[in-house]
């Protein structure tokens, strides 16, 4: 089901198209003679659409499927079923010169800086090994050259590039490692959890880092994370993803001002913000009990365990990600999809107290 | 898209404000990239970090490999060891360097006799010189313990290695054969298995205890190997389309290899000494080869009357021992540079 | 509010290979019974050390604790002896950890690590101790306690870990909670229950709780008051209200600008420029000039004292104090 139905701001064509994307991992006993006792539906039906130069914003709760998405977007993991198509192109199952080929436009830049640096390679050696495995980006010559022009184009000193990751601070490896990620002169970048293992005052330089770099190569951006509010900061679009299944997908807007999924208006009622007197006028949705276990989910919608408005048609129907039924000629931005029968507009009053500024 | 990088991969470099190099045509967004990278540049107490080498544009680049070489180079440790292995390998390659006498020609009249003038270490009970005799079995006994260890750690990693790799039914086809040869009984594998061979050399010992050796090593080397490819830098190699073999030499083995180091060393000690008990029972080497294993044990009773017979072999085995244990710590430490 | 502990001049060295680092340079604070203190600062910034040192658990070495006092209910824990802390630790005073998983022993079950509290503190019997755990399990709201008690951690998920470290925590009805980044592993929607039932509890058992972390979100609604690190010092302590409306110290409100804020969407992100201070050598003067939008020549040479903060006209603000050269300037930038 493409959401093509929330275009409320276009950015461009679309360079990713996800459809129907799913991955199950069998569950398993035994050594030598494995027998398989189920799945667990780590993503499950997954369709979205990436436009050029846009961010797309994936949020979700641990166990949400988000991190096996972002593999599956950049080949560590095959897809059980459904098709990824770059640029129009199917590119779910290349393998051999293909697939790296693609490799060079979608790459990745991962969640904790101390293990995604091989501790016993140079700065230099990481960064150029992209020129490495793709020689014919840059000349051999060059690729000195090139690479501490990535290190100061991130914003580190080119001179360090003899050093080696442990002699970096964790703010100062997750630049070392969105250098390696732009060295290819990548289209697409999937950050999974990019400053989530970060300190608080090094977050802001990372984001803003992220920020400047796609607004100077026009890249596009899926950017995976369980912080709301980075979340928002970043994206164009959002999508809010649980159990393995998109709950609601919308522009920014859409999504953090008038969510019309059950989950996503407790999941921002619960994020802390920073202000006493701002929350003091907000309404908190505390869920009962935790998300179930993607190896036995429940049947229906997925979120019916924990939802204060589940009814029996919720056990019996998945709800489609479409527009909901009531707001199909309503107007404004509670008009975009939501997988939710009852899904209904709750006004989101947190915004007012900030809106004085 | 890639048009928007020509500046970055065609502009020439300037010397920007903040003295760093900074492309020209990045626009304006590189006067934030200079305010950080200044406030990155001199980060108080970034200067005391301990062996940040100050590497200026025109170092060369360096690698795993020439820094551990740089780092061994200066470490005491290493020479030393380095350099009584050195010493080793010439007198088991050229004993008559240092010992002008022949091992093998005694005088019982002189049984088990202390030290003399010309005769530094004493007789044997047999005669002969001791002196002649250790350094004579140097060259089977390092043969022994460095081939020995050579072969079960290649081979052991490299099976045990590529196992732990690609796992599935290769895995469990080699985590049960390695059970099998564990479960081989030394002694009596040996008296089953060296007895039919009638060959003088080292060989058939040296492979004996390859066979029973590599399950040890590839044990080891199985597990830190899957230890190692789940870090995210191999997924992360993985993802810009780096090649298996990219993957296991660059990026698993450097980080894989520290265990196998300390295990192989440690069992060469264990080897020699496999050798002198087989050597022992009548199945390992056999006379007229001298080795320390053989010169041990037959002195190992006498051992109240006659200490000096078992004193300078076993001293010549342990201080072997010992030079590649520290070799192995010292090679171990020049890989991981978080010591530097 | 008699205080309950209070920390004074406290100071914690490291002594390494490379090196002595110094964690902690002169920390006080104090809580009083049903009071919440949240201690704030990044990683490295010594708020967990102050912890580790208050509750004797500092590895030592490379540890030690070179000054100070740490005065709880008038007796100070460090002149104590190893088994009179011991004694003191769990039943007077509990910590609660960040990881839940690794703090609960896999081979047990929950209802034993329970028990097992009152077996070796009160010497109570096996099964005495595993109706109080099931009352515990009740208390800290886990569906089903009866049925679960038997479940081994691993079964249970992080919300849930989170409350049974909870519950042993409170098992001896301590008078005083440390609770170490308490929900910093847990996912959104999965924190707000556990920060009430954390707050609930506290006023229940009238304790004093000290909630370290390095969120400012999360402690917004909890604490009374906060105090700020910085490079082993506080920087800053103020009502909780007053601290994120008016901070006398840049370097709270460099942190209160540059978080992301869900109710306001800004172009670009306030970021502190450079990084935490190497602990092996802290800047002279205020350590944290070099990364001040403020400093000065006076902040390179001179180390700022807390400074009483007050209101431009002298009226006090009780509770309040900054070190900072130019309070005042930062508490009338707001």
């Known amino acids: 089901m493409p959401p093509e139905a929330t275009e409320a701001r276009p950015t461009g064509e679309p360079i990713l198209e996800v459809r129907d994307l799913a991955k199950l991992y069998p569950l398993t006993r035994g050594v030598v003679f494995r027998r398989k006792i189920g799945a667990v539906r780590a993503v499950d039906t997954v369709s979205f659409d990436l436009r050029r130069g ?187 993803m649980y159990l393995g299944r998109f709950a609601e997908i919308g522009t920014d807007e859409q999504i953090y001002d008038y969510p019309t999924h059950p989950y996503t208006q407790a999941l921002l009622s619960a994020v802390p913000v920073p202000d006493p007197e701002a929350r003091e006028g907000r309404e908190r949705i505390i869920l009962a009990g935790d998300v179930p276990s993607p190896a036995n989910p429940p049947s229906g919608c997925r979120f019916r365990t924990r939802c204060w408005k589940a009814q029996d048609k919720c056990a019996q129907e998945v709800p489609q990600l479409v527009v909901p039924a009531g707001f199909r000629h309503a107007e404004g931005p509670v008009v975009h999809d939501s997988a939710c029968h009852f899904a209904e507009a709750l006004p989101q009053d947190m915004s007012e107290p900030a809106s004085a500024e | 898209m890639p048009d928007d990088l020509q500046p970055l991969q065609q502009g020439p470099l300037q010397r920007g404000p903040g003295n760093t190099i900074a492309p020209t045509g990045a626009g304006g967004a590189m006067d934030l990239a200079v305010s950080e990278a200044e406030t990155l540049e001199r980060p108080p107490g970034t200067g005391t970090i301990p062996g940040g080498p100050p590497g200026g544009p025109g170092a060369k680049p360096r690698s795993l490999w020439s820094d551990a070489w740089r780092e061994l180079r200066r470490n005491p440790v290493f020479i030393a060891s380095g350099l009584l292995i050195v010493f080793l390998v010439l007198i088991a390659i050229w004993p008559g360097l240092i010992a002008s006498g022949d091992p093998l020609s005694c005088n019982l009249a002189k049984s088990q006799e202390g030290s003399q003038p010309g005769h530094p270490f004493g007789y044997d009970t047999q005669g002969c010189d001791v002196y002649t005799r250790t350094v004579y079995g140097a060259r089977a006994s390092v043969t022994v313990g460095v081939c020995a260890t050579l072969g079960a750690a290649l081979l052991g990693s490299l099976l045990g290695g590529l196992a732990g790799f690609f796992g599935r039914w290769g895995d469990a086809l080699l985590s049960r054969t390695a059970d099998i040869f564990f479960g081989i009984p030394v002694v009596l594998g040996g008296l089953v298995f060296l007895s039919v061979i009638t060959s003088t050399t080292v060989w058939p010992v040296v492979g004996f205890i390859v066979l029973l050796g590599w399950p040890q090593i590839s044990r080891i080397a199985r597990g830190s190997v899957i230890t190692a490819k789940q870090n995210d830098y191999v997924q992360a190699a993985r993802a810009l389309g780096a090649s298996n073999t990219r993957l296991l030499l660059r990026h698993v083995a450097p980080n894989a290899v520290a265990p196998v180091i300390v295990v192989a060393t440690i069992a060469l000690g264990t080897y020699i000494s496999l050798e002198a008990t087989l050597s022992y029972l009548g199945v390992g080497l056999r006379p007229p080869t001298v080795s320390w294993g053989i010169d041990i044990s037959n002195a190992a009773p006498q051992i109240r009357n006659a200490p000096h017979m078992l004193l300078w072999p076993a001293g010549a085995l342990s201080l072997t021992v010992l030079a590649f244990i520290m070799l192995g710590d010292a090679v171990r430490d020049a890989l991981d540079p978080k010591l530097r | 509010m008699s205080a309950l502990l209070e920390v004074r001049d406290l100071h914690v060295e490291f002594r390494t290979r490379d090196g002595v680092a110094k964690a902690v340079n002169g920390v006080s604070y104090g809580v009083g019974a049903g009071e919440t203190l949240a201690v704030l600062g990044e990683s490295g910034s010594g708020k967990s050390v102050t912890a580790q040192a208050i509750m004797g658990i500092l590895d030592s070495p490379p540890g030690h604790v070179t000054g100070g006092q740490v005065l709880f209910q008038g007796r ?32 047990h079950t929950v209802g034993a690590q329970l028990g097992e509290m009152f077996q070796v503190h009160e010497g109570m019997s096996r099964k005495d101790a595993r109706v109080k755990a099931v009352e515990l399990m009740d208390r800290v709201r886990i569906p089903a306690a009866k049925e679960r008690v038997n479940d081994y951690p691993h079964q249970f998920s992080g919300g849930m870990r989170q409350r049974i470290m909870i519950a042993m925590a409170l098992a001896l009805e301590p008078d005083l909670i440390i609770a170490d980044e308490p929900t910093t592993a847990l996912d959104v929607t999965v924190q707000a229950q556990v920060m009430d039932l954390l707050a609930e509890l506290q006023r229940e058992f009238t304790m004093g709780l000290i909630l370290i972390t390095h969120d400012l979100g999360v402690v917004a609604d909890v604490a009374d008051k906060i105090a700020v690190m910085y490079a082993g010092r506080i920087v800053e302590t103020a009502p909780v209200h007053e601290l994120y409306k008016r901070p006398a110290h840049p370097y709270t409100r460099g942190l209160l600008d540059s978080i992301p804020r869900l109710d306001r969407k800004g172009q670009e992100l306030y970021a502190i420029k450079g990084l935490p201070p190497n602990l092996m050598a802290i800047p002279p003067g205020c350590p944290f000039h070099p990364r001040c939008p403020r400093a000065q020549d006076v902040c390179v040479t001179d180390r700022p004292p807390l400074f009483p903060v007050t209101e431009n006209d002298g009226t006090e603000l009780p509770g309040r104090a900054g070190a900072c050269h130019f309070w005042k300037d930062e508490l009338n930038a707001s």
């Open chain 3, 76 to 107: 100070d824990l460090l002149t104590l002896s190893k088994e009179e802390r011991r004694r003191v630790r769990g039943a007077k005073m509990a910590m609660i950890f960040q990881d839940a998983l690794s703090s609960l022993n896999p081979v």
């Open chain 1, 54 to 240: 846009e961010t797309l914003g994936i949020v979700g709760e641990s166990g949400c499927g988000k991190s096996t998405l972002a593999k599956m977007l950049v080949h560590l993991e095959r897809p059980t079923s459904g098709r990824i198509l770059y640029k129009g192109e199917d590119i779910t199952r290349l393998s051999g010169r293909a697939l790296k080929a693609v490799r060079r436009n979608i790459q990745m830049v991962f969640q904790d800086p101390y293990t995604s640096l091989n501790p016993r390679m140079t700065v230099g050696d990481i960064v150029g090994e992209p020129f490495d495995i793709h020689p014919e980006v840059a000349p051999k010559g060059d690729r000195r050259r090139r690479v501490q022009e990535l290190l100061d184009v991130v914003g580190l000193n080119p001179e360090y590039i003899n050093r080696y990751p442990h002699q970096f601070s964790g703010g100062q490896r997750q630049r070392i490692g969105i250098a390696r990620g732009l060295a290819l002169n990548p289209e697409i970048i999937i950050c999974d959890e990019p400053v989530s293992a970060l300190d608080v005052s090094v977050q802001a330089q990372v984001v803003n880092l992220l920020e400047r770099l796609q607004d100077e190569f026009g890249l596009s951006y899926v950017f995976i994370a369980h912080d709301l509010s980075v979340v928002r900061h970043i994206s164009d679009r959002v999508g809010v």
